[in-house]
């Protein structure tokens, strides 16, 4: 993938300790879950992380990420449900893995957990059991490159060489 299409902001630069690579990683998969499903449906725009500064927070929460859909308003209300929901079904083909995973899991586990950020729902919002499917689907099929571009991130933009 070249620096040109990742959509990566590359203003911020900074290095981050071997020994949180793996928690940037996580949140990178989840962004670039939404970014690799909006390419799918004519969508662009960048994600951004950030580290929270709290050190009492626990691993998972070290850092936030978003992505910034820039033309979400020329997409279709179902293309904005699915690019809503791929963050969360990276986060879970990442846990589960993907011979573990189809919609109706993804689904079941969604409704018994909290687990969509406020934006994610706003974009997510009114989703059904065919969204879910129709996003695990793009996902599966995309995730080689969920994860490259999410590689790409964390080793030029963080300059962070860790082994994944």
């Not at 004519?42 to 950030?50: A, K, L, S």
């Not at 990442?94 to 909290?114: E, F, K, M, P, Q």
């Amino acid at each position: 993938m070249s620096k040109a299409k990742s959509g990566v902001n590359t203003r911020r630069r900074r290095l981050v300790a071997p020994s949180r690579t793996s928690e940037l990683y996580e949140s990178l998969l989840h962004e670039y879950g939404h970014a690799v499903a909006a390419k799918q449906f004519g969508g662009f725009g960048y994600v951004q992380i950030t580290e929270l500064e709290s050190p009492g927070r626990p691993a998972r929460q070290r850092f936030t990420g978003v992505f910034y859909l820039t033309n979400a308003l020329d997409m279709s209300a179902q293309a904005r449900r699915v690019v809503g929901l791929a963050g969360v079904v990276a986060d879970f083909v990442a846990i589960l893995g993907l011979a573990n995973l189809d919609g109706n899991t993804i689904y079941d586990l969604s409704l018994r957990v909290s687990c969509l950020s406020a934006s994610d729902a706003e974009m997510a919002k009114g989703y059904g059991p065919d969204d879910v499917c129709t996003t695990v689907a793009l996902v599966r099929e995309r995730w080689d490159e969920i994860k490259e571009a999410a590689i790409f991130d964390l080793r030029h933009r963080y300059r962070a060489f860790a082994r994944i």
